[in-house]
């Protein structure tokens, strides 16, 4: 059967509109600050998923050795680019990278380089390697997915990857001129709303995307110090995306996409 990738009949305005109608449906109501907005003692909520093997853990933030690299300096390089050149990264390097991306800043608590709503996490960060990082380290000997769990610092195996399809899975690279070839992996923040939707409603949408930039800027800096080039990704596949990491719960959605090279 024929993919259809651009849809002309599709009508933007009125989806739009839509749009605009959730958004501003989606604000923070007195009832979600009375009666459900976060206190210090509620409960996290115990999500139950499939086991899945582990491949890797990162370690603490604190435990990654300093190399006197300056926030300016980060702040400085920050860009966004498809020049991706850097040597293949090393699995302390990866250890670097995640760790100041995403890891733990404080073992008392559990928490974390970015901040979340009501400390729900309902954003879910899965890495899939391109053909310059499969077999090149231990973290990603096999071409898998891996799925980054950001309380115990884990990666794990999400699902079978391809690096043939790394390329089909945004416009730029599909139909437009960019490759992922040099790159080395992609990045994909997933939101999974059942996380926080007990809490905090409708605002639950906003909330996603908001530590989705606070996630990616940390990337961005963290990406800088490493010499390796980014980019953010509006424009990619997502039911491409879905299908290569096995993503079938409904309520999940890819909500942003960074190449890292
Ligand atoms: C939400 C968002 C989506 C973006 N999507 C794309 C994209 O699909 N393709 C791309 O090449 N750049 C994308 N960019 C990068 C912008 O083009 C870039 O940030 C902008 O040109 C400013 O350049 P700078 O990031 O180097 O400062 C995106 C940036 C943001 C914040």
Redesign the pocket.
Known sequence: MEMTIWSFREDADKKAELYEFYHLNSEHTARTQSFNAPKMDYKLPEMREEERETVWTVPYLEDIPDDGFTLKEALMKR??S?DFQRETLTDAELEKFLAYSFGINDKEQNLKTYPSGGRLYPVEIHLIPTQKLVGKNRIFAEDCCLRYNMHTRNLEKQSESDVRKVDTLIS?TDIGPFSFGEAQFLVCLVGNPEVMKKKYHALTYRLMHDECGHIGQNMMLAAGMMNLNT?????FFEDRIRELLEIRHTAKRVLYVFAVG
């Open positions: 860009r966004t498809w730029a980019v953010p990704l509006g424009g």
